[in-house]
């Protein structure tokens, strides 16, 4: 009687955890506007800098529980850079050359992995992943021919959702990438930048 009683208390456990797990799973989509900031990159005797902008994100994703969640995004935003040297540049005319204006695109496609935690209406997270960035050039300055640069990056982020009614929230967040900046004009910087986003946005769970 006592196994048999053990037996059935496991039994209930495990439909109480399993029912715990699908009250906590969720699956949705969202789409966000976001604000960027990307620190300056110098090394090799050139600075590249990439202008503040705004972009647009859309995402989907699943949550199984607290530890075990995932997501993939794309977003887009201008990307428009300033490069400059210190080295002299021979060409028509030999000597420092002045900046070269670059307008350009950027598209990011991400996984991340995300782990959260629900508290009533709340359910504050954290991420991680990896991503690709494309920068695309919308533009081309005198005397150079600048083109499409890929660049692989690591992903961050924290952010929350509140659950606003049934099925809507909202989501706030912050992520970052870490990468190598592009160079369009002179020698690449070579050197390593981070890109902020601050987000929010609007999510749909399915």
Known sequence: MRIDGLRLAGVVMGIALAGGGAAYAQTDVSASVYGTMTQDANGNGSTAHQSDA???MV???HISNPLVGYEA???FNRA???DSTTNGVCGLVCGPQPPVAVPANEHEVSAD???SLKVLNFRPFALAGVGVLVFAPSGQPMNFNASTITKPA???GVGTDWGVVPHVGLRLQYRGNLYKAPQFAFTSTGATTVQSEVAIGVYFRL
Do not use: D, I, K, P
Request: proline residues 0%; hydrophobic residues 40%; aromatic residues 22%.
């Open 113 to 115: 992995w995300v782990a």
């Open 54 to 56: 705004g972009g647009g």
């Open 59 to 61: 995402e989907l994703r």
């Open 73 to 75: 995004t794309y977003s």
């Open 154 to 156: 690591f992903v961050y």
């Open 80 to 82: 428009n850079q300033l």
